[in-house]
């Protein structure tokens, strides 16, 4: 099998999360591409801190350039951040002509133009998806996915901290700064996070997205910018009233008369729109395309496992298209099929085990409620809780119970019996409950 | 620039849908792609109806076998649908080196394995973005965004139809035979509509991401299936009291002991869930992986267009793989550039035309409204709806005005005079109301 080798500069969050997911996927990643790949350098100054990943101590090294000069790496990845030495080490790799992956949103929004037309003239591929909305495929979307379509509309929810602080106030009905403090202490924020909340983060993230839709690159000046900081409790309360909440939006709309609006400003969003259950540090990016209509992504906009599928998903799509022929055809069907042993049969329903909504249309006389609880618990179903209605005159008393988890086939089981109970009139109506995520 | 050939087996809406969006961004499509895609021959039995895209005459066949053995088509496209015919045009093409793109996904969720096959022994690509999800890019984001990942759990709304029906169950509080009947009536549902009701096509589109996700092909008959017609509308109204709405959900989850729940049924999910608020005929899918952590797609699943943007999103990638050399990078990042040549600059933010909140906070005495209304007025903003609660003890009257469209220049001047005014006393908050799609 053949080999890809990376090299990794800046061993951080994001740095640990790829190696980590580099090595616990090792296999099934080695199947999907079709070679191994190997990480085979790491520069990072701070060479003490644990990061939680087991590396062999000879992989580190604290200069950079060793591994931009190394003939063995095929991909450079940058996670270093920031706009000065790692703006110069990624000239330098795609000069030498290495592919790079990177996840710096600021350098990509600030010198993306330069950055891109280098790759283009060493015929070597950039690749950026963690550099916008985390561990959400957005920039494939956009590229691959809506590669037919003329982009009219980007809406994003971009910056996880500012989207946390307005839930909190939100769900709590705090102000502000109290939610502010609480973010920085419990290490959600840094402080100051005036990046974040002042809406430069999520402008940068705004004119990645941009200069892949609309081509014409954008200085990142032009781009209008608002935070959060303004909002009070009282809006909240209002919006909701109104029937809005309040979010943090990135737009980009193609006004069709040769400009662009492009701007990151608080903005109220209907409770019916799918963004306004983007709730705590989620992302997503709502883009309307003139043939796909709108399409939104969504998903943890940073993180160190999140940021790291997503550039190891870069390093991926830059294997397979090293290794593969330009004949062979696109991601081989069933290359993965190996790598998932795992799973060897399909589960019978009746070994579901999740909580069930029951409604019962039962008679008005008493003891109804302890019947139906006795054929329950005798079946291991527990109730969680009760709704019981007052009856319509002469007809059937409506009871809904919500359980905790209970085995599908004790569901089965309890159906019998309770459609033997007299109490009981119409059919029993049982619906499967999905709390997760 | 090279040029790469296409025949479409079926000219019914996605075919036209497909050609559609071929011919009208046919310069932008060449720009991404490098190459310029040109329909070649389309077969349909049916030569006489109108489908609002004018192709010449000599274009069409009714024979398909005709393009699938054209030495100059280098991509079929089947968009015929069904089991039969379909399938024996698919293994030919692929027998006869043409890469293939279908959205079929009956016959994908019921001859998957044999197809694939096919593809891999000839050498050739297999792609059925359009086959889930319509114009949602979620089986690219599985192949690729997602590569690095072990999939835990998929959860989709993969019905459009009965996504409707439930939506207008919950929203108009009709029966299910009522909103089937409207359904049929507005031509939003097949007569009858049973494929769509009893979970049938919604395990179809589930059986595909599974095998995608787990690597073990599945039998299609192992997914245990469930519709709606059983659900009434008190159901809906108590899962509303409960905090819940319902949902047909197909769901597939690796145990982690071997197995697989692979389930298609009517399930309450929580109203704060991103899910909850995927209305309409609009499809979402929730994929969890090891590393990206929950992530979610959501768009339209189907209708000319947006499926027209997935089948052609599959083809421009087979012909950017086809004509670009495996040295050649990854998408070149600026090749679009020129096709969007109509975005010439960033609108000033004083141009922004949308509704806007204002919240003042004014002294308790006859006329402050007038007062503030007439400023807006002057300033040609229309008022739609206001608020005005009790005030506190001595403290100000806090007054909630929504408007119509405005100039944000508009708003601004509004903003000095206002702040004029005696009867404000706090500062006045604006913020910008986003009410699209």
């Known amino acids: 099998m053949e080999q890809v080798n990376v090299g990794i500069i800046g061993f951080g969050t994001v740095g640990a999360g790829t190696v980590d997911n580099l090595l616990t996927n090792k296999e099934i990643i080695a199947n999907r591409v079709g070679c191994n790949i190997v990480v085979k350098k ?27 000069k190394d003939s063995e790496i095929d991909i450079v990845v940058e996670l270093m951040g920031g706009l000065g030495k790692a703006k110069e080490f990624i000239i330098a790799a795609l000069k030498n002509g290495k592919h790079v992956v990177t996840a710096n949103k600021a350098l990509l929004a600030e010198h993306g133009k330069e950055i891109y037309e280098t790759a283009e003239k060493n015929n070597v591929s950039i690749c950026f998806e963690a550099s916008v909305g985390g561990g959400i495929p957005v920039i494939r979307s956009l590229r691959e996915g809506l590669s037919s379509n003329r982009i009219r509309t980007i809406m994003g929810i971009l910056n996880g901290t500012s989207n946390y602080i307005l839930t909190k106030m939100t769900q709590e009905g705090i102000s502000y700064n109290q939610a502010v403090k609480e973010a920085i202490d419990l290490g959600y924020a840094e402080d100051p996070p005036d990046l974040d909340m002042d809406g430069t983060d999520a402008a940068h993230k705004l004119a990645i997205l941009i200069s892949l839709s609309f081509g014409t690159p954008i200085s990142f000046d032009s781009i209008y910018r608002e935070g959060i900081n303004c909002l009070t409790p009282d809006d909240i309360t209002f919006a909701k009233e109104l029937g809005y909440c309040l979010k943090l939006l990135a737009v980009a709309k193609n006004k069709g008369d040769g400009r662009l609006e492009a701007r990151v400003h608080p903005a109220m969003v209907s409770q019916d729109h799918i963004m306004a259950n983007v709730h705590d540090a989620f992302n997503a990016i709502f883009i309307e395309g003139d043939f796909a209509g709108p399409t939104l992504y969504y998903g943890y906009g940073a993180g160190r496992n999140p940021t790291g599928s997503a550039v190891v998903s870069d390093i991926i799509s830059i294997a397979r298209h090293m290794v593969h022929d330009r004949n062979a055809p696109l991601v081989p069907p069933l290359a993965h099929t190996d790598s998932d042993k795992d799973i060897i049969s399909i589960q019978p329903i009746d070994e579901l085990k999740i909580p069930y909504y029951f409604r019962f249309s039962a008679v008005d006389k008493p003891g109804v409620l302890s019947k139906i609880a006795g054929v329950l618990g005798d079946n291991n179903i527990s109730v969680s809780s009760v709704i019981q209605k007052g009856r319509e005159v002469n007809g059937p008393v409506p009871i809904v119970m919500l359980t905790h988890e209970a085995l599908e086939s004790d569901v089965k089981n309890a159906m019998i019996l309770l459609n033997r109970l007299d109490v009981l009139i119409d059919k029993t109506m049982v619906i499967r409950v999905v709390e997760e995520a």
């Open 42 to 68: 790491i520069a990072d100054l701070d060479l003490e801190t644990d990061r939680g990943v087991s590396v062999p101590r000879e992989m580190f090294t604290t200069d950079a350039s060793e591994l931009i």
